[in-house]
């Protein structure tokens, strides 16, 4: 296939070829062309998920592909064309945990434990962060979906391993997958399970508070993947802001970019940013040279003193060690 064709959509397939190729998951000779033709037809069929999670074989296919990969995962064995077809069996799962009739039963079956390998991974080169990029997109979509059975079940304690591998990837990914990986986390915080676990001790809140400052700190002040995470940030500081005993401890950790006017030009393109910004000024009692700009008449409050001071009193459990998920 010519370069210029690769980015046409898929010819239509009829519901039997689909099937068949479902059927073709299972014969390892099979395998990868039926990944490949399922993985590009994946948003015509609505049902595909149902017909793969209830077919027989076809979810085990698609978990031993996977398996088969951890051996590989060193950047002199892992090539290009691996990565490529595990990322087809991905986006297979990312259609299993989207669809509403076979996500129930893909938690229960732990499904997203298999990817933590994959986010895990040190290494950047591009079939490593494919691979990554892929696997985040999976919980991505877990998260998108607002089913309530999604954030308790990635804050169970042999589930809760996303949060780190989430704050790792914001910390040293590419600027794409520090996008994925800060949406779910703030989808987790916009859930009150999560954000009760995100403020259940002193360390695991500044934990979080601190990977979301470095972000901000080194946040190139255009883009559009620039303005797409800058969102997802300042969404996560609202949603603290608005936990009582995270809101006095955000004070001591408010980034300086906020506070002057690094981010007026986003702020005043985007109505709903400069409203959260505003939003999240008002929680803390914090002033922002940016929102004052904004909103002239005295919107923005005075800084206040904390009410509280710092420490074991904040939260459910005195600070003693960094965040274990």
């Keep these: 296939m010519h370069s210029s064709d690769s980015h046409l959509p898929p010819q239509p397939a009829s519901v039997d070829q689909i099937q068949q190729w479902i059927v073709e998951l299972c014969d390892p000779k099979t395998r990868e062309r039926a990944l490949l033709e399922l993985s590009k037809r994946r948003d015509q069929y609505t049902d595909l998920a149902v017909w793969i999670w209830h077919s027989f074989g076809g979810v085990a296919a698609l978990l031993q592909e996977i ?10 064995t892992l090539t290009a064309h691996q990565s490529n077809r595990v990322c087809n069996a991905l986006a ?16 229960e079956a732990r499904v997203p434990m298999f990817l933590y390998p994959f986010l895990s991974s040190s290494y950047n080169t591009r079939p490593f962060e494919y691979l990554r990029l892929t696997s985040l997109g999976v919980i991505g979509a877990l998260v998108k979906t607002d089913d309530p059975d999604v954030v308790p079940y990635l804050l169970q304690s042999e589930n809760s391993e996303i949060i780190p591998l989430c704050l790792k990837i914001m910390e040293v990914g590419t600027e794409l997958s520090k996008t994925v990986a800060v949406f779910i986390i703030q989808k987790i915080l916009s859930d009150e399970k999560g954000l009760t676990y995100m403020c259940a001790t002193y360390d695991r ?74 939003t999240l000024c008002r929680n803390i009692g914090i002033t922002s040279m940016a929102t004052s700009a ?32």
Aim: proline fraction near 7%; hydrophobic fraction near 35%.
């Design 92 to 107: 297979l799962i990312q259609c299993l945990a989207s669809h509403n009739e076979t996500r129930k039963a893909f938690l």
């Design 294 to 325: 904004l909103f002239p008449n005295g919107d923005t409050p005075p800084a206040t003193q904390s009410s509280m001071p710092l420490g074991s009193s904040f939260f459910c459990e005195p600070p003693t060690r960094q965040v274990d998920g």
């Design 67 to 76: 398996t088969e990969t951890f051996i590989l995962m060193e950047p002199q």
């Design 205 to 278: 809140f500044t934990h979080v508070a601190n990977v979301l400052g470095k972000m901000i700190e080194n946040l190139p002040v255009d883009g559009k993947n620039s303005n797409r995470l800058f969102k997802h940030v300042l969404r996560c500081y609202v949603r603290f802001s608005e936990h009582i005993r995270a809101r006095d401890a955000l004070r001591s950790v408010f980034p300086q970019k906020f506070q002057d006017n690094t981010f007026l030009n986003q702020l005043r393109e985007d109505r709903a940013l400069s409203q959260w910004m505003l």
